[in-house]
């Protein structure tokens, strides 16, 4: 597929933060995997490592220096393309400005966030101006939580959609973090619980049971509290077509009971830690941002995430979507297959402007692309 050309933009596809662990796995990506004719820049504060990214890509891309605390910076690498695609977190911290350079250059705009409070924050501050101005704003496109978004929107494609649906993912894997990965999970968990609930949210969820035996999985499950069931109730109200009434509940699953009580200690550990100042910060100097597991770890990782859904009182229909290491090799492959979608398929979206997901813009033509490129996606 011929990407069409914006001569007024000197890029396609701008990876901001690309000398960090996961934006060298993008670049990377992109560079194996974009069609020739598209136009892909590296970005970031060192011109030195741009440079010797560049030379290891294979293919001609830009150098673009830029840096979060440089808004006319910014505002350049915005104005110079027409996509953004930013790893530079902890997003809570430094993504807004790069939103809104974004908005204001009208660049679509996306990331790999897993951060509720900032998705809050996005859409209070830019939500409107970009829907005025055509800019979409896709937070999210890694495995927080395309996964999940996607995962959902595949199975309402296998239900009756004139009945409520309620949908339960169930999440299984294995594999590593990175130190960027980490320092984001600890300011989540050291922050104060909001008070309001989220604005990424859409319809409620109703009540299900928290601990609880899945018997059409055979396994034991626990509640998730990561931002993925905000980011399918979004994409619910924002597509309007899950049903009349639509809930979504997010669990990890485990398949001896046994591994429960592990579970919630390990949970528990890395919330205290996450709380208490020295230990955070030694923890992040022990996984420094720029670090990530090696080459043979990530081979070695996988994800599965099932999926239960029931319309009304029906029998549920089971779906899964699945892939290899979760946080890195597929976080590359998803959020760049989702900028590739962004420059090549723009024109068949569903959603247009504004603070969305990637099933409410993107929808079937990113599942379609993910499934070309290996993920998994099937009903059972």
């Not at 440079?51 to 808004?71: P, T, W």
């Not at 309001?196 to 055979?218: D, T």
């Not at 996984?287 to 990530?292: A, E, H, K, L």
Request: glycine share 10%.
């Amino acid at each position: 597929m011929t990407p069409p050309v914006d001569t007024t933009r000197s890029w396609d596809i701008t990876i901001f933060g690309a000398t960090g662990f996961v934006g060298r796995l993008i670049a990377a990506y992109l560079a194996a995997h974009a069609p020739p004719q598209l136009r892909i820049a590296v970005a970031g504060r060192a011109r030195d490592k741009l440079e010797r990214l560049a030379a290891e890509l294979g293919r001609e891309v830009g150098i673009v220096v830029a840096d979060v605390d440089d808004a006319a910076a910014l505002a350049r690498m915005a104005a110079s393309t027409r996509v953004v695609l930013t790893t530079v977190g902890p997003y809570v911290q430094f993504g807004e400005p790069v939103v809104r350079a974004c908005v204001e250059q009208g660049a679509d705009y996306l990331d790999l966030t897993g951060e509720p409070a900032y998705v809050d924050r996005i859409i209070d501050l830019h939500h409107e101006a970009a829907r005025a101005r055509g800019v979409l704003v896709l937070p999210c496109c890694g495995f927080d939580s395309i996964p999940t978004d996607l995962g959902v929107l595949w199975t309402t494609r296998a239900l009756p959609r004139d009945r409520p649906l309620a949908i339960a993912g169930y999440m299984e894997g294995r594999g590593g973090f990175s130190g960027g990965t980490l320092a984001s999970a600890l300011g989540v968990l050291a922050s104060p619980a909001p008070r309001r609930k989220s604005r990424a949210s859409g319809p409620v969820a109703r009540k299900r049971p928290a601990i609880h035996f899945q018997r059409e999985l055979g396994r034991w499950a626990l509640p998730l509290p990561t931002i993925d069931p905000q980011i399918a109730r979004r994409s619910a109200r924002l597509r309007g077509d899950y049903g009349p009434e639509f809930s979504y509940a997010h669990f990890v699953a485990l398949p001896w009971l046994w591994q429960v009580p592990l579970a919630l200690a390990g949970a528990g550990a890395l919330i205290g830690a996450a709380k208490i100042g020295p230990v955070r910060r030694l923890l992040t100097r022990m996984n420094p941002p720029g670090s990530g597991p090696a080459p043979e770890v990530r081979a070695r990782s996988w994800f599965k995430v099932t999926f239960v859904g029931r319309a009304g009182s029906d029998a549920p229909v089971i779906a899964e979507v699945s892939g290899g290491d979760p946080g890195y090799d597929e976080t590359a492959k998803m959020a760049g297959e989702t900028a590739l979608c962004l420059v090549l398929q723009r024109d068949m979206f569903k959603e247009t402007g504004g603070v969305s997901t990637t099933a409410a813009a993107c929808g079937e033509l990113l599942i379609a692309r993910l499934q070309a490129a290996g993920m998994g996606f099937t009903v059972r």
